[in-house]
């Protein structure tokens, strides 16, 4: 399931998609087995796993998890209702350009890959948000991708 993210025009001012590097225009695929293995050594330093306390403290990451569950939700991909609580589980951040760990949350231009799940706790779901700007104040596009199938 892919829904692709919403591509604002201001007058007088389009979205220039020449402007994303070429690294976030290819397709939404779930984080690779290797990557934080590779994200230790000082030449791939583009994922970073985020802490829990990273996870309470960036509140925000909440809004790409409910914007996943509901494409999940609006798909008929779930069984629970569109305004039960989640929890996210898990957040890896990539981004193309060598940053500190830290930073990576701050780029414009970023890949998410969540883990979450309902409080619940009967269903648990993963997804793939991009987040992409073209330099203008006023432009930003999520992207995201549930893969539906086994875990990590």
């Known amino acids: 399931m892919f829904t692709k993210g919403f591509e604002a025009e201001v007058v007088g001012c389009p979205w220039d998609p020449e402007a994303v590097h070429d690294f976030y225009q290819c ?43 509901y494409t999940l939700w609006e798909n008929g991909l779930t069984k629970l209702k569109l305004a039960t609580p989640l929890e996210i589980k898990k957040v890896v951040v990539q981004t193309h350009e060598a940053m500190e760990p830290k930073e990576l949350l701050k780029a414009g231009n970023a890949v998410f890959y969540i883990n979450f799940r309902d409080c619940g706790l009967t269903e648990e779901h993963r997804a793939v948000v991009r987040r992409t700007t073209d330099g203008h104040p006023e432009h930003l596009c999520l992207e995201v991708k549930c893969p539906v199938g086994d875990l990590i």
């Open 27 to 69: 397709g939404l695929n779930w984080l690779p087995d290797d990557a934080l293995v590779q994200s230790s050594d000082k030449q791939h330093p583009h994922f970073y796993e985020l802490q829990n306390s990273e996870i309470r403290e960036y509140d925000w990451l909440n809004m790409y998890a409910d914007y996943a569950f």
